[in-house]
């Protein structure tokens, strides 16, 4: 797929004259504000720095990012604290046609690799009762699977249909004349993508025949796993979108390592550990009485506080400010009218992720199995018979959880011994009940409520019985554990308008993009829409200005500047 064609492109097209950008430095710089360090936020600094260079723009970037790290929810741990076992906690995955992050692995050099188990093992989709799907590790792709249509006939090649034409009217959205875009909302009439947003997943299969046993089993199983929603509460592009994971990738060392890259390649001004408390609007008048509006930000952070203040201004006003991170978890206070169109606050899922390390295999009398059976190492959840289809926590039905999964192998550091990195995504944090019956052993309560006085490495109440013999071994059921509690996307309800990227003049807002469809590279294509709506904003100004210099008998060389101007964003 072509992407768009860069701003040089296009000034060599409508014959600007190479000087632009010699005269251009001498322009005052652009100062942007960009909140967020998440995908959305390194990628609108990324392609702002890779725009404005290319059409000779001066732009400072300044990233204000209240956590300590890059990659907001791309995050890994490491397991055990070791650096060599990294685990992703969420956002895992991406593939081929994630343009914008498979072009930056290659850019930046970094490590593609099959995310996945370091073992062969099943996939198995499980109802709170038994096993609807089991299917070997050695094909996991959905769509070259005979069993598949074995049990299901001829549905999964259909939805593999609906799903590629969904996805490729969605990839047009990177392309001129749909990129960059103004309103999500025109763009998503513009390419019927409402008749998919509009409904939920289970009324656009059935719209299209596509209801039965395939997609209660399966697509349900998918739009859980990814959006923590049944059919019935998700719109149909979610429940597309969960469907395409076919080719799948993740960076070695973690996927966070994409957004890194794009930090430093912005040459942005990066501040962590900083909070931005307010965000204001100052407006002066110009030489030739023309308004000029500048927008003034407030920070905190621990320096800033332990002297007595909590907030403090920055020394910079900004030209543009770009709200990277969802509004409503910000905390960011408006001091006057600053939001022009507001923001519409949404639900967002809140999803349970935990990880931890044991010695010991998932029970097969958990899953009603024999207990000689083996068992998957990778288990979705779908809806039992008779199962109530709910929103929210009440959605995971009789099976409790959306996933869980053995996601590597690692070294136990204090027992040099072999063990598994389990994943599991809930709607409720995990019990020790729930982890004993998953393992078959007696896991103590404080391997999930650690208190100081009783630390979770300390715990090894569990007898085996490790030679066959009457000698016995304490083992603890689990060595390392990791709950982390995320809000990672928007509830997928249907809908048909969604929140547009410019809030006012110089004003952007990414996070708008996630109830439409929340991925990674999502993010990302909002950040670089972001950025080149600022960067044609600065065009036309950067145009207009030289137009009237020429007409004024100044520089007659740039005359050119005033032949054709973009009557249209979408022209550019």
């Known amino acids: 797929m072509v992407l768009l064609h860069s701003l040089c492109a296009l000034v060599a097209a409508v014959g600007v004259a190479p000087a632009l950008a010699a005269d251009v430095t001498a322009k ?90 370091d073992e062969k093992g099943v996939m198995g989709i499980w109802d709170g009762d038994k096993f609807v799907y089991t299917q070997d590790s050695e094909s996991w792709g959905w769509w070259s699977l005979a069993k598949l249509f074995w049990k299901y006939g001829t549905a999964p090649y259909y939805v593999n249909n609906l799903v590629q034409q969904t996805i ?27 008749k998919v947003t509009g409904v939920t997943g289970a009324q656009f299969l059935a719209a299209n025949k596509l209801d039965g046993p395939f997609a209660h089993d399966i697509v349900q199983a998918a739009s859980r796993v990814n959006y923590m929603s049944n059919l019935a509460y998700i719109h149909g592009l979610g429940a597309m979108v969960s469907m395409a994971p076919e080719g799948a990738k993740s ?93 519409e606050p949404v639900p967002y899922a809140k999803l349970h992720v935990t990880l931890f390390s044991s010695p010991f295999r998932f029970s097969p009398q958990f899953f009603n199995l024999d ?20 929103p929210g926590a009440a959605g995971a039905g009789k099976a409790g959880f959306f996933s869980v999964s053995q996601v590597k192998k690692v070294i136990n550091p204090k027992t040099s011994q072999e063990e598994y990195v389990y994943k599991i995504f809930s709607p409720e944090a995990v019990t020790s009940d729930f982890l004993s019956s998953l393992l078959g052993v007696k896991v103590p309560e404080t391997f999930v409520r650690p208190s100081e006085e009783t630390p979770q490495s300390a715990s090894r109440d569990h007898l085996i019985n490790a030679e066959g013999d009457d000698e016995f071994e ?31 003049r110089g004003l952007y807002y990414t996070s708008g993009i996630e109830s439409f469809i929340s991925t990674m590279e999502t993010s990302a294509l909002m950040g670089k829409n972001v950025a080149r709506l600022i960067a044609d904003d600065y065009l036309d100004i950067s145009n207009t200005e030289e137009s009237a210099r020429v007409s004024s008998g100044h520089g007659s060389e740039q005359v050119v500047l005033g032949g054709k101007q973009a009557e249209t964003t979408d022209e550019l």
């Open 474 to 504: 304490m083992i603890d059921p689990i060595s390392w554990y990791h709950p982390t509690v995320f809000h990672p996307y928007p509830q997928k309800l249907p809908r048909v308008t969604f929140q547009d990227p410019i809030l006012g």
């Open 371 to 390: 207990p000689a059976s083996p068992v998957p190492n990778a288990v979705l959840t779908t809806l039992a018979e008779g199962d109530e289809a709910k």
């Open 168 to 194: 490729a009217t969605f990839l047009k959205l990177y392309e001129a004349p749909y990129f960059p875009f103004r309103s999500l909302t025109t763009r998503a009439f513009e390419l019927d993508l409402v």
């Open 28 to 117: 005052p710089v652009k100062q942007v504000a960009v909140i967020g360090a998440g995908a959305a936020g390194a990628s609108t600094a990324y392609h702002l720095h890779k725009f404005a260079e290319e059409a000779g723009i001066a732009v400072n970037v300044t990233i204000f990012e209240k956590s300590s790290r890059i990659g907001g929810r791309t995050l890994t741990v490491n397991a055990h604290d070791n650096p060599l076992s990294p685990v992703e906690l969420g956002a895992s995955i991406f593939v081929k046609v994630n343009h914008i992050l498979w072009n930056a692995t290659d850019d930046f050099n970094l490590v593609r690799i099959n995310p996945g188990l």
């Open 251 to 343: 960076v070695l060392g973690g996927n966070w390592r994409i957004f890194t890259s794009m930090v430093e390649a912005s040459k942005a001004y990066l501040n962590l550990n900083t909070t931005v408390a307010s965000i204001a609007r100052e407006e002066t008048k110009g030489e030739n009485g023309e308004v000029i509006s500048k927008y003034i930000i407030k920070t905190s952070d621990a320096s800033s506080a332990a002297a007595g203040d909590t907030t403090v201004q920055q020394p910079v006003a900004f030209d543009d400010v770009v709200i990277a991170t969802p509004w409503q978890f910000s905390d960011i206070k408006e001091e006057g009218t600053v939001i022009e169109h507001p923001i």
